[in-house]
């Protein structure tokens, strides 16, 4: 984590250099700007872990650049932490409204804002995903052979058909994971309009594999990203 890319946006360049000295030393990669549209430019060229953020900038302001990132989608992920001498309550909330994820005022500790940028790091960064099953998989009191595409109970073999088998295989091949519909239509071959039907395949699974279909316990629905399979008892 210490190895982080910083991208530090302020215009005083006495405290720039220092913070980039500073951030150095605690291990980070650092690069420094100066305006907002510099900041532009190297977010394009860098693609930094995390940005430091001045509010008060000529030109175009911190509160400005943050919430125009956001609102371009391209930058929705990059933790951003402002840095203002404003630190009055209601500065703080527009801080946040903007689109920040901590702010800092002035002056601080530079030991607070690297305790602070290594929280928001950790936060950014997604757990590890437990690896795939290599064997037959348990879903409730099923087993679910991968290379097979076979689903059975105590009582005998579950039907499937042909779509439910292939959609219960690639997600079963990435347990844990979250599949995107485009990932999930593209394993089962469909066409550009596939993505409807892969709901379609999710809604008929569930009627095979989980207790309470409205309830899932194993096939979860992640909004805006697609569906994991999490198998367990």
């Given amino acids: 984590m210490d190895d982080s890319l910083i991208l530090v946006v302020e215009d005083d360049a006495r405290l720039r250099e220092r913070l ?14 100066g305006d907002a549209a510099d900041a532009r430019a190297k977010l394009r060229a860098i693609n930094p872990d995390l940005m430091v953020l001045d509010v008060m900038m000529p030109g175009e302001s911190g509160l400005d650049l943050i919430q ?17 001498a404003r630190g009055a309550p209601e500065d703080r909330i527009a801080g946040f409204e903007a689109g920040a994820d901590d702010y800092l ?12 940028i290594r929280a928001l790091l950790r936060r950014a960064t997604p757990p590890p995903v437990p690896e795939a099953p290599s064997g037959p998989i348990r879903i409730g009191t099923a087993e679910f052979d991968v290379e097979r595409g076979e689903l059975r109970d105590a009582a005998g073999p579950i039907r499937l058909t042909g779509g439910e088998a292939a959609l219960l295989t690639a997600l079963a091949r990435k347990a844990n994971e979250v ?14 309009s596939g993505e409807r039907a892969v709901d ?9 594999i989980e207790v309470d279909p409205k ?19």
């Fill in 200 to 208: 379609v395949q999710v809604v008929r699974l569930r009627r095979k």
């Fill in 105 to 116: 005022g002035k002056p601080f500790e530079p030991r607070e804002l690297v305790l602070r």
């Fill in 179 to 192: 599949l995107s519909r485009e990932e999930i239509a593209e394993a089962l071959q469909m066409d550009d």
């Fill in 215 to 233: 309830e899932p316990r194993f096939l979860h629905t992640v909004r805006g990203r697609g569906y994991i399979l999490k198998p367990g008892v």
């Fill in 68 to 84: 125009s990132l956001r609102a371009e989608g391209q930058y929705t992920d990059l933790p951003v932490l402002l840095l203002t």
């Fill in 20 to 33: 980039a000295r500073y951030l150095a030393s605690e291990g980070f990669r650092v690069t420094a700007s």
